[in-house]
């Protein structure tokens, strides 16, 4: 496999991973009634920034650069997810008093947005599979698909043909 490939095969993988798990998690939020706490937000905001570094990689030189970033996101969202899972799974307390960010919808004060918002909790998993939540499946794949584009880069790099 030559070093366009590996690059290609990265950003399918930077791309997809984030833009599945957000989609994932909307999903969850709108169709299941799975509210995010304040830490499930914080495992969003670096699958959004990978997003964008995985696109500007197919729009900007030097795609490692920007592919190298887009992994740097899904590993950190995923260090969040594990941090959060470990705090579901009480192995060490949370950082904050976790709950859900009331948002006030059309015809709605602020206050009723506040009173009526669901309660929360970041140590208290809403759903599992098997015994995994949501935070600790965040964890598993977003680790792996980050440490994947980075083994991709490495791969298109000693195969000498840098992109």
């Keep these: 496999m030559n070093d366009m490939s590996h690059v290609r095969?990265?950003?399918r993988v930077a791309l997809a991973v984030p833009a599945l798990l957000l989609a994932g998690a909307y999903v969850s939020q709108y169709g299941f009634d799975l509210y995010p706490c304040e830490m499930c937000w914080w495992q969003r905001y670096p699958h959004f920034a990978a997003l964008g570094f995985a696109l500007l990689s197919f729009l900007a030189r030097p795609k490692p650069l920007w592919l190298a970033l887009a992994a740097g996101g899904m590993l950190t969202s995923g260090a969040i997810?594990?941090?959060h899972a470990g705090v579901e799974y009480d192995f060490w307390e949370g950082i904050?008093?976790?709950a859900a960010v009331p948002q006030a919808v059309e015809g709605q004060s602020a206050l009723d947005a506040i009173m009526n918002a669901p309660v929360v909790r970041?140590?208290?998993a809403p759903w599992t599979l098997l015994g995994i939540s949501l935070a600790g499946f965040n964890f598993l794949i977003s680790t792996a698909a980050g440490l994947y584009v980075f083994y991709l880069l490495r791969k298109g790099a000693t195969d000498g043909q840098d992109a």
């Design 122 to 124: 970041c140590d208290e």
């Design 81 to 83: 997810g594990f941090f």
């Design 96 to 98: 904050t008093s976790c």
């Design 9 to 11: 095969r990265a950003q």
